[in-house]
C-alpha cells in the first residue's frame, strides 16, 4: 500500500509502504462503535451527589418525645421528608459507568479507523516537522501550506501523530483550534474519529507497527 510522502511545505518528497495488517483491515462497524462506547464511558467522571440522611449534619437528637404530643412520630430532623434532610434515591458518585472491552477488540477497532481514513484520503504523511522555536504562527504556517498545496480542509480538524513526545510541536499546537498532538504509541479509537485529518510522521509508521502488531 503506497501512499505520497510530503514535507511540512506540502512538496512532495516520495513514496512509503503502509502495512496491510494495520492500513488495510476491513471495517466492522459494530466493533467500532462498541470501542468508542467503552472508551468514553470509561472516560467518565462522576459528579453529581446528593446526601442521603447518613451523610447530612445534625439530626442527632430526636426532635420531640415519641408519644404524647399529638403530633407524628419523628426520630430525626434529616430524615428525607423533612426540609433540609437526606435525599431518597439520588445520583451518588458510587456509581460505576466503567465498561470492559476485550483488549484484541479495542486494538482491532483502532486498525479498522486507521484504515478507514486511509481509504478516505485523510491521512497525510510528513517525513518530519521541523519547528526553529515553541511558536503557534510557525505551526499555523505549516498547516496552511499544507492546505493550500494538498487542497485539504485541514481547518477542520488535525490530528497530528509523533514518534515520540515533542514540545515544541505540541506545545505550539496548543493554542490552534480543533488541532491536537498524539503519540504514535498512545493512539486512540475516539481521536481519530473525532479529527477529520491525520497528519502522521514518517518515523510515527514503525512506532504503530510496534505497538500494535506485537
Known amino acids: 500500500m503506497l501512499i505520497k510522502i510530503y514535507n511540512q511545505k506540502g512538496e512532495e518528497t516520495g513514496k512509503a509502504k503502509l502495512p496491510a495488517e494495520i492500513f488495510g483491515v476491513k471495517m466492522n462497524q459494530d466493533l467500532v462503535h462498541q470501542a468508542v462506547v467503552a472508551q468514553m464511558a470509561n472516560s467518565r467522571k462522576v459528579i453529581a451527589h446528593t ?35 437526606g435525599v431518597t434515591f439520588g445520583p451518588t ?26 481509504k478516505d484520503k485523510e491521512i497525510i504523511l510528513l517525513d ?13 504556517e505549516i498547516i496552511n501550506d499544507l492546505k493550500t498545496k494538498l487542497k485539504k480542509n485541514l481547518n477542520k480538524s488535525v490530528l497530528i501523530v509523533l514518534p515520540k513526545t515533542d514540545l515544541k510541536i505540541s506545545q505550539s499546537v496548543k493554542n490552534i483550534p480543533k488541532t491536537k498532538t498524539i503519540r504514535a504509541d498512545s493512539l486512540n ?23 500494535y502488531l506485537k
Open 51 to 85: 446526601k442521603d440522611r447518613s451523610e447530612k449534619r445534625g439530626g442527632g437528637r430526636k426532635p420531640w418525645r415519641q408519644k404524647g404530643t399529638g403530633r407524628a412520630r419523628h426520630g430525626s430532623i434529616r430524615s428525607p421528608i423533612w426540609r433540609g434532610g
Open 93 to 118: 458518585k458510587d456509581r460505576n459507568f466503567s465498561k470492559k472491552i476485550n483488549k484484541k477488540m479495542k486494538q482491532k477497532a483502532l486498525l479498522m479507523t486507521l484504515s478507514s481514513k486511509l
Open 128 to 140: 518530519n516537522i521541523e519547528l526553529t522555536k515553541r511558536k503557534t504562527k510557525l505551526m499555523v
Open 189 to 211: 479509537v475516539l481521536d481519530i474519529l473525532t479529527h477529520q485529518y491525520l497528519l502522521i510522521l514518517q518515523d510515527s509508521i514503525k512506532v504503530i507497527e510496534k505497538t
